[in-house]
């Protein structure tokens, strides 16, 4: 488990030099009122639109192949309010690591903190289903305000962005796991403690089944959470945050332990919990992470991409 994060003096390397002028710059954002810094991270948003052409694509096809009752017209209108959101989460990043905690309680709203607590009063981890939602960084910063966990995270390839998020995220939480760790995750929730768990993108063929995500008939979805929770002896809560729509603050709301869950068989569970990621998008699908490429995985590896 990473407990703390490690500087180097090769940080001072001139090839590191672009990224520090770019800390610089979001560290000055800092001064903006919320507000200020959610209008620039829109107008962000609007220009990566303009020039991230194949990242425009995957987020167009996904929303496509989502909502197919949307008409052109509706289905653009979310693309474009999903680039000005995901601009937005820029600054959703940068608050969550260097806000003080004062100031990241002038700007929360917590729901459902009893689940939590009383799950673990009962002797049993937390397993926080939540989805790649553009504001979720903050929503662990939000968490760790009454309860730090365990961040699960994907460890970056460059020492120096290694160093910020590790650094950032141990604001909210007492340690951070490798997302392939599974050994630390389960001895972290027999703690028992809380930890953070993902399964709405496509990690490729290898232990996934293929099963409904909204319009799409057959999604790679792993079936992680079933495995966690036996082994774990963890409760499964969902978990979901939202910028709130006058961009004035966040919301995170946890839910009731699922019931039944494990359940005996882990593709129904895997149904289950796509249901319930379906349900999370819903309540802002502009706030979702579209721009991955959640369905490049296909049943039969013959069968055509479905982004063109």
């Known amino acids: 488990m990473v407990e703390n994060a490690q500087f180097s003096a090769q940080f001072f390397h001139p090839k590191y030099w672009l990224i520090w002028l770019g800390v610089g710059f979001m560290r000055l954002t800092q001064l903006l009122p919320l507000r200020a810094q959610m209008k620039l991270g829109q107008g962000i948003g609007r220009l990566a639109m303009a020039i991230a052409g194949s990242r425009v694509n ?15 017209a509706e289905q653009q209108q ?19 690591w260097w806000w003080s905690d004062e100031r990241i309680q002038r700007h929360m709203t917590i729901k459902g903190r009893e689940h939590v607590e ?34 699960v995270y994907r460890p970056h390839n460059n020492p ?13 939480n007492k340690g951070l796991v490798p997302k392939r760790d599974l050994r630390q995750m389960v001895r972290s ?26 319009a799409v008939p057959e999604a790679a979805t792993i079936t992680g959470a079933t495995t966690l ?20 603050g966040y919301t995170i709301e946890i839910q009731a332990p699922l019931e039944d869950f494990p359940g005996e068989n882990e593709l129904e569970d895997a149904k289950r919990g796509n ?22 995985t ?11």
């Not at 002896?233 to 709130?244: C, G, S, T």
């Open 118 to 151: 009383q799950t673990l009063a009962a002797g049993q981890g937390v397993i926080l289903f939540a989805v790649h939602c553009l504001p979720l960084e903050m929503g662990a910063r939000i968490f760790g305000q009454f309860q730090p966990g365990i961040g």
């Open 275 to 296: 249901r319930i990621i379906e349900e999370i998008i819903e309540r802002s699908p502009a706030q979702y992470m579209w721009l991955h490429r959640r369905f490049k």
């Open 229 to 248: 929770a036996k082994l774990g002896k963890a409760k499964v809560l969902p978990f979901i945050v939202v910028r709130n729509e006058d961009d004035k």
């Open 160 to 172: 120096l962005m290694e160093y910020l998020q590790v650094k950032g995220r141990l604001r909210s």
């Open 78 to 96: 979310l693309l474009t309010r999903n680039f000005e959101e995901t601009g937005k989460a820029i600054f959703d990043i940068a608050n969550a």
């Open 58 to 72: 995957t987020a167009k096809c996904n929303i496509a192949l989502c909502f197919p009752e949307m008409s052109q």
């Open 189 to 214: 929730l027999r703690n028992p403690d809380v930890i953070w768990y993902t399964a709405d993108q496509d990690f490729g063929r290898s232990s996934a089944v293929f099963i409904p995500f909204f």
């Open 298 to 308: 296909r049943p039969n590896k013959d069968d055509p991409s479905l982004y063109r």
